[in-house]
């Protein structure tokens, strides 16, 4: 299926330089981005204050060796060091590097060995804890070495990594300090080299299943498909955008970041997730737009303080359940959640974010985004026709390059597709449904059962705020259905009464044959990308309860 839309006309040459040029021409005295730190203080910086200190600090890049292609990590979390590091490394066609911040020491030093990185950047602490401790555990070489801006780190452990810079006032002796500082014109002619088919960034998957992926996206792919995304959801200079999503995940980097920032959205975020404060947050800060997953918007219903906090500012967004009702879509389970993935930039299908689908099309995740086409195989590789569940391939123009360390024949088959993983199926006009991911499929006594399905009848009763279905692995039928519902605020639902409403939709073999009914989400396993941990699910299920059990 080819996509159903198209990139508009941007009104600067698609790379970071070019873009950012254009925005603080218009937004200079806007505020960009407005963090939380999770204790009621703020952090605050300008679209102005934004390029002076970017362009700083890449001035300070390029003294220090930092050329185009040259791989920056950057560990910081949301707020004005990170849109800094990120905007600095960008616009002189380095390629960042974005690190989670909740890795550990052997995760940290396996990504920077992974990823080539070359010059590392990060804050002092992260939520009251010494980044760079930990750096030095990850590196336990950097221990015993030392560092300046003319004599660069010596590592065997890691061979490409020169400079650690802290964006902030704590020093090492292994960190450098970035002195030395070129001057505009050097800025200025290595802004006019960067070119859209340049590399712009190395994006990690979560990992969850294996070990992350380092997915390489370009200065085009990416201002392109931000810009579409931000346009399509009707964000102008004057909305004030709450993004929760942490930005070294690609839907915080790319929907969060990068696409709001191109339109003089200001940003509203967080270092972390406290429904309290977030509450008090967004209506201080006037909040028009609320964005991020599907529990987010019950999890700030469900706090003490909602009843009283005033979001009359909030105009639209994706968390419902914070307009007042009268101000709700009529039916929010026919609003789309577009289908998306680090390997493709964020979201490949698409429909339109305020628009209800027909009635007939419930469940689509919409059609083709733009620049992409999709193809949907079989187990020996054929393509499948219209209502038939395989395989979801996808190839198009905000596709990564392809992934560190692994060749194209790896990553790509012959004609360009790429094997997502992810099951599911198109219907005659062009409408993709998702049917879970091909390892997630639940075969029990012999049928498959698309946990996506069942989860959706489940999410439409009131009293579930939550549910996810996994297969629990079982001796005789291979796995049992299990249903993991947590329930609205104030709800009482039994299993039994579960099971009798999924019957009346479901066909038998697909109802969940056991359930844990849980008041709170806290006995659930996330990512740090705040998904759920279906594997970790899985295990805790498998060793025994987690709340309510019916069978």
């Known amino acids: 299926m080819r ?19 254009a925005v603080v021409a ?65 616009r002189i066609g380095a390629v960042i590097v974005p690190i989670n911040t909740l890795f550990q020491p052997r995760e940290l030093g396996w990504l920077l060995r992974h990823g080539d990185v070359h010059t590392l950047l990060t804050v002092p602490t992260i939520l009251g804890k010494d980044c760079l401790d930990r750096i030095e555990a990850a590196v336990p070489g950097l221990g015993t070495s030392s560092a300046s801006d003319s004599t660069p780190l010596r590592v065997p452990e890691l061979p490409f990594l020169r400079h650690v810079a802290v964006l902030g006032d704590a020093t090492r002796d292994w960190t450098s300090s970035f002195d030395a500082v070129l001057d505009d014109e050097m800025l200025a002619a290595a802004e006019a080299t960067v070119d859209e088919s340049d590399d712009v960034a190395v994006i990690y998957t979560s990992g969850s299943m294996a070990e992350p992926k380092g997915v390489i996206h370009t200065h085009g792919a990416l201002i392109r498909h931000a810009h579409f995304i931000a346009t399509e959801h009707g964000w102008t200079s004057a909305d004030r955008v709450y993004v929760p999503m942490a930005f070294f995940w690609v839907g915080g980097l790319v929907f969060g970041f990068f696409g709001p920032l191109q339109l003089g959205v200001t940003i509203l975020t967080e270092h972390r997730f406290d429904a309290g404060d977030v509450l008090a947050f967004l209506s201080r800060e006037h909040v028009t737009y609320a964005t991020g997953w599907a529990h987010v918007g019950p999890a700030l219903a469900s706090h003490p303080d909602f009843p009283e906090t005033d979001l009359s500012s909030l105009r639209e967004g994706y968390q419902q359940v914070l307009l007042p009702p009268e101000r709700r879509t009529p039916d929010p389970t026919l609003r789309v959640a577009q289908l998306g993935m680090t ?57 990564m390059r392809g992934m560190v360390g692994r060749s194209r024949a790896e990553v790509f088959d012959d004609d360009g597709w790429y094997h997502t993983g992810d099951a599911g199926r198109f219907d005659d006009d062009g409408h993709l449904y998702f049917a879970g991911r091909t390892d997630d499929m639940i075969k029990t006594s012999g049928a498959n059962v698309s946990p996506v399905e ?27 259905v299990t249903g993991v519902v947590v329930t609205a605020r104030g709800a009482m639902v039994s299993a039994p009464e579960l099971t009798a409403r999924c019957r009346a939709q479901l066909a038998a073999y697909k109802v969940p044959k056991r359930w844990e009914i849980l008041p709170t989400a806290d006995p659930l396993p996330y990512t740090t990308t705040n998904k759920i941990d279906r594997r970790v699910l899985v295990e805790r299920l498998g060793e025994g309860s987690l709340g309510t059990v019916g069978t």
């Open 343 to 399: 390997e493709t930039c964020s979201s490949h299908t698409w429909w339109p974010p305020h628009e209800e689908l027909p009635e007939e099309k419930r469940g689509s995740l919409g059609l083709s985004g733009p620049g992409f086409e999709h193809k949907i195989i079989g187990e020996s590789g054929e393509t499948l026709p219209a209502g038939t569940v395989g395989e979801i391939c996808v190839r198009g123009d905000a596709l």
């Open 3 to 21: 996509a159903a839309f198209s990139y508009p006309t941007l009104p600067y040459a698609p790379t970071v330089p070019e873009m950012w040029r």
């Open 454 to 480: 069942v989860e959706r009848v489940l999410l439409g009763m009131p009293e579930v705020r939550e549910v996810y279905v996994v297969g629990v692995p079982h001796p005789e039928r291979g796995a049992i």
């Open 26 to 90: 218009d937004h200079a005295e806007r505020e960009l981005l407005v963090a939380t730190l999770g204790d009621g203080d703020t952090q605050r910086i300008t679209y102005g204050e934004a390029d002076r200190r970017s362009a700083g600090l890449a001035r300070r890049l390029l003294a220090a060796g930092v050329v185009k292609g040259t791989r920056v990590g950057l560990l910081a979390p949301n707020g004005p060091d990170f849109a800094v590091g990120v905007l600095a490394a960008t």
